[in-house]
């Protein structure tokens, strides 16, 4: 639609978990830092949380990229499984071939096989659980048993959860302190703040094609930082949307009414009535005017 007006070859503002646009920086960064150091280490559990639309999927993706070669991985995007649908996803994951109507005990004794074979192969194995918090809790407990298959010097099998913040709430239950005391290495994504915002969209343009001049004004910016609160999914939603707006427009440039239009029509934003967005314009101005006449003095 856009991109040949702006300069791009792709869209650079799509909500898939494309690892292509991964932005090796800031909090995902440090996430992604503390997860292989942790399973490099050989440690149970390992837990990330951050808010809806925080790019914990990315992260589980760009992860699996990562480990590819060095680990053998089972990914388990939708856990809303009973322990013995979990299991038969690890053992499918793993490689594992059984009937349908496989016993559980036989089922378990297959999945040992397995690990021990992968060790031996000098590999180790990780579960990467997306939506964590959905996971019943007997099933979380079912995947605590599962890290108890061990050599006498390591871990044959080693979680990492990635969840959203109700899964910290989940895990304060006395009935799953066990789980929640083999968590060795935890993370917490942040919000993108104004210099992750801005390193956050010249990767994406840039990977996209981009190669000219900032296409965000600096109240475009800070527009879209109060929009979107730092929750990536919706600063691609809304910098998508502005954008089109620009582009509706014939413009080259995405400033903040572009952006406020693109605010008005999107969920879950923190958007400014329309006379305390002209208040807080007319106040920015006002300032950026009054510096220029006292830098002019000195």
């Given at each position: 639609m856009y991109l040949e007006h702006f300069g791009l070859e792709q869209h650079p503002f799509g909500i898939t978990p494309d690892t292509d646009f991964f932005v090796n920086q800031g909090s995902h960064?440090?996430?992604l830092n503390v997860l292989l150091v942790a399973l490099r280490s050989g440690e149970g559990f390992i837990?990330?949380?951050g808010e809806v639309g925080s790019g914990k999927s990315l992260l589980c993706r760009e992860l699996l990229n990562t480990l590819e070669g060095e680990f053998v991985t089972a990914y388990i995007p939708n856990p809303l499984l009973n322990p013995t649908a979990l299991r038969?996803?690890?053992a499918e994951e793993l490689g594992i071939?059984?009937?349908r109507n496989i016993g559980q005990h036989r089922l378990l004794q297959l999945i040992s096989e397995r690990l021990i074979e992968i060790c031996a192969s000098g590999k180790r194995v990780a579960v990467l659980i997306d939506e964590a918090q959905t996971l019943p809790d007997q099933s979380l407990e079912a995947l605590r048993l599962l890290t108890n298959l061990e050599t006498e010097k390591n871990k044959l099998l080693q979680v990492v959860l990635f969840g959203q913040p109700e899964l910290d709430e989940r895990l304060q239950q006395d009935h799953l302190r066990q789980l929640k005391q083999r968590i060795t290495f935890s993370h917490r994504i942040r919000p993108l703040d104004r210099e992750a915002?801005?390193?956050y969209l010249n990767h994406r343009l840039a990977v996209a094609g981009y190669s000219g001049e900032p296409l965000f004004t600096n109240m475009a910016l800070a527009s879209l930082l109060r929009n979107s609160r730092g929750i990536p999914r919706l600063v691609n939603v809304l910098s998508h949307k502005a954008l089109m707006s620009a582009?509706?427009?014939?413009e080259h440039l995405v400033c903040a009414h572009h952006m406020r239009r693109a605010a008005s029509d999107t969920e879950d934003t923190r958007i400014l009535c329309p006379h305390r967005y002209e208040l807080v314009t007319s106040l920015f101005s006002m300032l950026t005017l009054i510096g220029g006449r006292l830098h002019g003095w000195y």
């Open positions: 960064q440090e996430a837990k990330v949380t038969m996803a690890v071939q059984f009937a915002l801005g390193h582009f509706g427009r014939g």
